[in-house]
């Protein structure tokens, strides 16, 4: 399936700007700029390491119970790490992808297809996901539920898209002290890496300005996207909320069931 509109590769200066006070913006401008390096940056791989990974956390959370589920539906798939990889797990049989971002949903795709599984995709927002009710046996995400702004709207759509008695599973996401820690890191790293390059014999390591003003948008861009950490009494509070029952989360993995 098509992905229904164009990446934006690089976001503008006036870009942005835009997206400073429009969250969903700053998703698709950072995730499209990202969406070509993301598997290479964060060790994505679509063998045995990353499918016992992606099962081992469905596991954790959910059980092997219903295995293998139907169709299944990822929100937020970026390129597809977990949806792809639970599906060469033997969790699902086929599946659908959405993204906000084109470029994600593009790639998403280019890896499904090599793969050989039976996967396709639409560009879409998680709190109007585009398909009729009970489409899908699960839904789920992973490290998606912090970039979305309307969370409890996101739940209510994920249970209508569901099938009675349907799962949905949710990984990944940042927990408020696993959250302040990375953060600090961050921070620190930032702080050395600058100082060290203005030495005289790390000078050469410095890129030009360019480059400089390019990582910096992105920056910019990427301190734009994380709206929420959790705490797994609220997740299971805003799950509960929406209508669905047998709730359960471990750190930062929810797991929750749906009966109509």
């Given at each position: 399936?098509?992905?229904?509109s164009?990446?934006n590769?690089?976001?503008?200066?006036?870009?942005?700007?835009?997206a400073?006070?429009?969250?969903?913006?700053?998703n698709?401008?950072y995730?499209?700029?990202?969406a070509?390096?993301?598997?290479?940056?964060?060790?994505?791989?679509?063998?045995?390491?990353?499918?016992?990974?992606?099962?081992?956390?469905?596991?954790?959370?959910?059980?092997?119970?219903?295995?293998?589920?139907?169709?299944?539906?990822?929100?937020?798939?970026?390129?597809?790490?977990?949806?792809?990889?639970?599906?060469q797990?033997?969790?699902?049989?086929?599946?659908?992808?959405?993204?906000?971002s084109p470029?994600?949903v593009?790639v998403?795709l280019r890896?499904?297809?090599?793969?050989?599984?039976?996967?396709d995709?639409?560009?879409?927002?998680?709190?109007?996901?585009?398909?009729?009710?009970?489409?899908?046996?699960?839904?789920v995400?992973?490290?998606?539920?912090?970039?979305?702004?309307?969370i409890?709207a996101?739940?209510?759509?994920?249970?209508?898209?569901?099938?009675?008695?349907?799962?949905?599973?949710?990984a990944?996401?940042?927990?408020?002290?696993?959250?302040?820690?990375?953060?600090?890191?961050?921070?620190?790293?930032?702080?050395?890496?600058?100082?060290?390059?203005?030495?005289?014999?790390?000078?050469?390591?410095?890129?030009p300005?360019?480059?400089?003003?390019?990582?910096?948008?992105?920056?910019?861009?990427?301190?734009?996207?994380?709206?929420?950490?959790?705490?797994?009494?609220?997740?299971?509070?805003?799950?509960?909320?929406?209508?669905?029952?047998?709730?359960?989360?471990?750190?930062?993995?929810?797991?929750?069931?749906?009966?109509?």
């Open positions: 399936m098509s992905t229904d164009a990446p590769r690089h976001a503008t200066p006036a870009q942005v700007e835009a400073r006070n429009d969250p969903k913006l700053a698709v401008l995730h499209d700029w990202e070509g390096s993301y598997d290479e940056k964060w060790s994505i791989s679509y063998d045995e390491r990353c499918i016992d990974y992606a099962t081992g956390r469905f596991e954790l959370v959910a059980g092997r119970a219903g295995w293998p589920y139907g169709r299944a539906l990822e929100l937020g798939c970026g390129t597809g790490f977990f949806l792809l990889n639970l599906i797990g033997k969790v699902a049989e086929r599946g659908s992808v959405t993204d906000l470029g994600m593009a998403a890896n499904a297809d090599g793969l050989g599984l039976d996967v995709g639409r560009v879409a927002d998680a709190e109007r996901i585009p398909y009729d009710e009970d489409t899908f046996d699960l839904v995400g992973h490290a998606v539920l912090h970039h979305i702004p309307d409890a996101t739940f209510r759509e994920v249970l209508r898209v569901l099938k009675p008695g349907g799962r949905f599973v949710f990944g996401e940042p927990t408020k002290i696993g959250d302040r820690y990375a953060r600090r890191l961050g921070q620190l790293t930032w702080w050395t890496v600058t100082r060290a390059t203005r030495l005289r014999p790390l000078r050469s390591w410095r890129r300005q360019a480059e400089l003003d390019e990582s910096s948008r992105a920056a910019a861009l990427e301190a734009l996207v994380d709206l929420h950490t959790f705490d797994p009494d609220e997740l299971e509070t805003l799950a509960i909320g929406a209508g669905a029952k047998d709730v359960r989360v471990v750190t930062e993995e929810l797991s929750a069931a749906f009966f109509g």
